[in-house]
Nanobody, 115 residues
Framework: QVLLVESGGGLVQAGGSLRLSCAAS????????MGWYRQAPGKQRELVAT???????NYADSVKGRFTISRDNAKNTMFLQMNSLKPEDTAVYYC?????????WGQGTQVTVSS
């Protein structure tokens, strides 16, 4: 079992920045890949960014150049630095972790960007 706890969400004006954190209950060296997803009201959950244990990173086109995903193995934590935020980035942001055949999700953190 992997417990994931997100933090760092909040209310920010358009153009502002937020840094999300996802703390894992296990060593993230044991996790194949971690990622950030988001779900806006009335919409399906969508990929934001992923990072593998080997450091391969993937971003959704909508966030490329604005968001940066990273992980700190010593702290068992993954981050999402979000810059130049737009109102359309408003959503609940979830982190997930894939270990072997299992997929785990955090409880989510709300990000609201005002225009």
């Amino acid at each position: 079992q992997v417990l994931l706890v997100e933090s760092g969400g909040g209310l920010v004006q358009a153009g502002g920045s937020l840094r999300l954190s996802c703390a894992a209950s296990v060593s993230i060296n044991s996790i194949n890949a971690m990622g950030w997803y988001r779900q806006a009201p009335g919409k399906q959950r969508e990929l934001v960014a992923t990072i593998t244990r080997g450091g391969i990173i993937n971003y959704a086109d909508s966030v490329k150049g604005r968001f940066t995903i990273s992980r700190d193995n010593a702290k068992n934590t993954m981050f999402l630095q979000m810059n130049s935020l737009k109102p359309e980035d408003t959503a609940v942001y979830y982190c997930n972790a894939q270990r072997a055949w299992d997929l785990f999700w955090g409880q989510g953190t709300q990000v609201t960007v005002s225009s």
